[in-house]
Structure formats: C-alpha cells, structure tokens
C-alpha cells in the first residue's frame, strides 16, 4: 500500500485511473483527456493484490479481500471453506471490487445488487489517506461505493458470506 500511496500522492500525475480486467466498453477508464501541460497521467492496476480472508465470527460469515481478486478467484477461496455468495454476475472473469464500484448485478430478479454483500470497505483517497466505512455505522456508506473510482481507490473489501450450496444450470 506504501508504493500505492506513493503513487496517489505524487503531484507530477494529474489523472490515475485503476484498471482491473479492462471489462470497460465507455471512456470512463481512458487518461488521454484533459492532460494539462507538464502533467502525466497513468493507469493503475492492481492485480497483484489478491489476499482474501475468509472468517466465520459474527453474525455470519464474511471474506475480507484487497481490490485484484475476480469472481473466479473469489469463488475458488469462499467455495474451499464450504461457503457461498449469495448472488454472481455471469462473468467469472471479471474483478469483484469494479465490478461493485459499477453497480453490476447478479443473475435472478429477487436478488440486489452485488454492493449490497458489502459489509465494510477502506478506500484511498487523493491525499493517500485511507479511511474505512462500515455498513450501518458510517454515514454515507453507499455513496463512497457506486462511483466508478471517482472518490478514491478501494484498497480492501468485506462481503457478507452464507452457507454453501449448489446451483444447476439448464440451457434451452
């Protein structure tokens, strides 16, 4: 996080985008516009940060993770400690973290959307300080979450688990 602080705080970028699996089909990840002269704009992946942690206290069962892991992954580690998510978009490939950053949705009408398993986050914001919202304790909660990136960079997320299930798939 240090070199990743570094980054975020160094005068000379006046645009950083991070980039998870490039699953973007809009502008919005672009840093070509609206560079000032003098000034470099970068991308920022973090697809090394992986580290997922999966924990049985409380009220249920929960995975703390850093903003590099997709649902495949995800799904890998939640699946070995016999637990589930309750609802996935159909695209394994995809990073969680931009994935609920966007409002993405799973599959099923009676589900919400995927920020809704949030229970705690930290993001990081422009003056490298890192800050953690807790579901029903912090104002705001939801609206440091669907912004596409625009506030600052999520840096670790904790999903709600349940107990594991199997699901069947039936194509006509």
């Keep these: 996080m240090d070199q990743l602080r570094k ?13 998870g699996t490039r699953h973007c089909f809009n502008f919005i990840a672009d840093t070509y516009q ?13 697809e090394k940060f992986t580290d997922a942690t999966v924990s049985r206290e409380g009220p249920f069962p929960t995975i703390k993770m850093q903003p590099g892991l997709t649902f495949s992954k995800l799904i890998e580690v939640v699946d070995s400690h016999g637990l589930a998510i ?21 599959s099923g009408h009676k589900f919400k959307i995927l920020v809704d398993n949030i229970e705690e ?17 912090s104002p705001y ?3 440091y979450l669907l912004t596409f990136g625009g506030i600052g960079i999520i840096t ?17």
Excluded: W
């Design 7 to 19: 980054i975020v705080t160094d005068p000379q970028y006046s645009c950083l985008k991070v980039i």
């Design 34 to 46: 609206n560079k000032p002269i003098g000034k470099k704009n970068a991308h920022i992946s973090l």
């Design 86 to 106: 309750e609802n996935l978009p159909s695209l394994p490939h995809l990073n969680v973290v931009g994935s609920l950053l966007t409002a993405t949705h799973g």
């Design 121 to 137: 986050f930290e993001m990081m914001f422009a003056n490298g300080q890192v800050k953690s919202f807790q579901k029903g304790k």
């Design 141 to 143: 909660f939801k609206h």
């Design 156 to 172: 670790s997320v904790t999903l709600r688990l349940e107990e594991g299930f199997n699901v069947s798939k039936s194509i006509f």
